[in-house]
């Protein structure tokens, strides 16, 4: 079963032609990142999953729905079953740490506070956060701000999670902690997701190793190969097309000067 189907999907801004004739599918528990330079086309795509841009042409299906043609209250249902972390972050200057990631359950759900509480605080001790709920974003580095993000795309249990360049901007090590989140998401929540990036090392540590749980609960990340049911491929973009398509290794192995120079 796919979460994400686009099938010939066309998009253009006045003259500028984003996408043409793109298809993607992305299944269930999945991971798609999406690589290609300024105006590919790769922000259109991340827009288009939730409905806030519509195709001029083809369709776009959630959980097998076509979701294209939907009028804005028919689209709510869907977008409450995806979260998003934006680029920067996007969190609200004045509101705390708590209320940020709160957010999503009150605009989305009646559930009680309560269980909006015991949510949210599980949300963010999964980002390794439980201390920080009264903080406020000034007060936040800005690894801290992307893990913030992270637990308001997850709570009320989204079935996709699409990341806007997740580690832009992030020192190596705190880089590597966000790739640590968005793995178990992927592997252990069975998360679809969808990822937006420059960051190739990030990209690379996110298709390449996997996380399961040991018997004693605690998370275990070794590398897969494409021969080991691989989870999450890759797409690169070049003017609004598909350039490629596939696992990291037949990426690395690509002769296409395109990819080559994107790639070095």
Not at 159 to 175: C, H, W
Not at 197 to 226: C, H, M, P, W, Y
Request: aromatic share 6%.
């Amino acid at each position: 079963m796919s979460n994400i189907t686009f099938r010939d999907v066309s998009k253009s801004y006045g003259d500028q032609v984003v996408l043409e004739d793109f298809d993607m599918s992305v299944g269930s528990g999945m991971g798609k990142i999406i690589l290609g330079a300024g105006g590919s086309g790769k922000s259109t795509i991340l827009k288009m999953i939730p409905g806030l841009v519509l195709p001029d042409r083809g369709k776009v299906l959630i959980e097998d729905k076509e979701i294209s043609s939907l009028k804005e209250d028919e689209m709510m249902p869907f977008r409450s079953r995806i979260g998003i972390v934006f680029q920067e972050g996007a969190l609200f200057d004045s509101l705390s740490v708590f209320e940020n990631v709160a957010y999503r359950l009150r605009e989305h759900t009646t559930m009680s506070e309560e269980s909006l509480s015991q949510n949210v605080q599980k949300a963010l001790g999964f980002v390794g956060l439980a201390d920080s709920s009264d903080k406020m974003p000034s007060e936040l580095s800005g690894g801290m701000k992307k893990r913030v993000a992270i637990a308001r795309a997850m709570v009320g249990n989204p079935k996709i999670i699409l990341y806007d360049e997740p580690t832009a901007g992030l020192d190596p090590i705190t880089s590597r902690s966000i790739c640590n989140l968005i793995m178990r998401l992927r592997d252990i929540r069975k998360i679809t997701s969808v990822m937006v990036t420059n960051d190739l090392g990030a990209a690379q540590v996110i298709a390449a190793e996997k996380v399961t749980n040991d018997r004693d609960g605690k998370l275990e990340f070794s590398g897969q190969n494409d021969a080991d049911d691989p989870n999450t491929d890759f797409l690169v973009l070049h003017q609004g097309k598909i350039r490629f398509e596939g696992l990291q290794s037949s990426l690395d192995d690509s002769d296409d000067p395109y990819i080559r120079e994107f790639l070095d």
